[in-house]
């Protein structure tokens, strides 16, 4: 069963850094496509960053530039370093982890979220 934990949330100052690490298990983490995603109170989850297993990376515009999502296959974890943080960063940030599946379609796993509070 794969396993997604999420850590490194927290409160943070308007301009300041954080840095999430999502730890994987129960998967070849290598073969995923990894990601984050958020959502703020009152609105749908979006999309933050995603970065496949051979390291190619898309993000969201509101994000480029400040943001950067990283893997470590040896290590089955993904990073997002956020920097330059932004009141309207302030979300729960969900990792996300898409297993091939082969004719059977990809599966999709959600960790259980980490808070992020910007305040300006």
């Known amino acids: 069963q794969v396993q997604l934990a999420e850590s490194g949330g927290g409160l943070v100052q308007a301009g300041g850094s954080l840095r999430l690490c999502c730890a994987a298990?129960?998967?070849?983490?290598?073969?995923?496509?990894m990601g984050w995603y958020r959502q703020a109170p009152g609105k749908q989850r979006e999309l933050v960053a995603t970065?496949?297993?051979?390291?190619?990376?898309d993000y969201a515009e509101s994000v480029k530039g400040r943001f950067t999502i990283s893997r470590d296959n040896a290590n089955a974890t993904a990073y997002l370093q956020m920097n330059s943080l932004k009141p309207e960063d302030t979300a729960v940030y969900y990792c996300?982890?898409?297993?091939?599946?082969?004719?059977?379609?990809?599966?999709?796993?959600w960790g259980q979220g980490t808070q992020v509070t910007v305040s300006s």
């Open positions: 298990s129960g998967t070849i983490f290598s073969r995923n496509t």
């Open positions: 996300y982890c898409q297993e091939p599946n082969g004719r059977w379609g990809d599966l999709d796993y």
């Open positions: 970065i496949a297993s051979g390291g190619s990376t």
